[in-house]
């Protein structure tokens, strides 16, 4: 049964950093891509990046360009958000996703995209 599960979610002070990370069972995630999303409260959840399979190519929303990182450890089935100069918009759930599919193209940040999500992890930004 295919799993992904979120963890790192803090509350962090503005200018700082955490790093999120997403853990995949139950299928052979080398194959797939998958995407970060988050949602803050009374706003549709977003994408935020993605990456393809192999960590061939990857995508970002232009609020986190430049500040975030994606990146992936398929031997260990995890992939890593990095979060670098943190700001109070940036406080969400984050959530990380897979689609049904094996995608050969460039990753979308399109919610339609993806069938698999995890449980979410708070991430707070305040002083």
């Known amino acids: 049964q295919l799993q992904l599960v979120e963890s790192g979610g803090s509350l962090v002070q503005p200018g700082g950093s955490l790093r999120l990370s997403c853990a995949a069972s139950?299928?052979?995630?080398?194959?797939?891509?998958i995407g970060w999303f988050r949602q803050a409260p009374g706003k549709e959840r977003e994408g935020v990046s993605c990456i393809t399979s192999r960590g061939g190519s990857t995508n970002y929303v232009d609020s986190v360009k430049g500040r975030f990182t994606i990146s992936r450890d398929d031997a260990n089935k995890m992939v890593y958000l990095q979060m670098n100069s943190l700001k109070p918009e940036d406080t969400a759930v984050y959530y990380c996703a897979a689609p049904k599919v094996i995608l050969l193209r460039q990753c979308q940040l399109t919610l339609d995209e993806y069938d698999y999500w995890g449980q979410g992890t708070q991430v707070t930004v305040s002083s």
């Open positions: 139950g299928f052979t995630v080398d194959y797939y891509t």
